[in-house]
């Protein structure tokens, strides 16, 4: 019934920038929090940005100073700023959102591909 539609992806030279988006629909419930997860060809799908109702954010190591998770003023969106992009970026993201409490559904955009040429 949850949708999440993720776009913004696209390919960038390393150093530059790309903001990422992401929509869910479907739900008039809020999230109890949103996130972005990347995946490179054969590695696992790793948490890079989350972003809690209250406005709390954390990030991955690698990311930390680079990108900035924020919500939207629309319920259920958020956005993800990517600055001074690097080779190591290149994966596809996947926007993230949890809800419910007694039953926790998980829902997960379609991906959207970012590639940092050097």
């Known amino acids: 019934q949850v949708r999440l539609v993720d776009s913004g992806g696209g390919l960038v030279q390393t150093g530059g920038s790309l903001r990422l988006s992401c929509a869910a629909s479907?739900?008039?419930?809020?999230?109890?929090?949103m996130a972005w997860y990347r995946q490179a060809p054969g590695k696992h799908r790793d948490l890079v940005a989350i972003i809690t109702p209250d406005g709390s954010a954390n990030y991955t190591d690698s990311v930390k100073g680079r990108f900035t998770i924020s919500r939207g003023q629309v319920k259920n969106t958020v956005f993800l700023q990517m600055n001074n992009l690097k080779p190591e970026d290149t994966a596809m993201y996947f926007c993230n959102a949890e809800f419910g409490s007694r039953i926790i559904l998980t829902a997960w955009g379609q991906g959207t591909l970012v590639t940092v040429s050097s």
């Open positions: 479907g739900t008039g419930n809020s999230a109890n929090h």
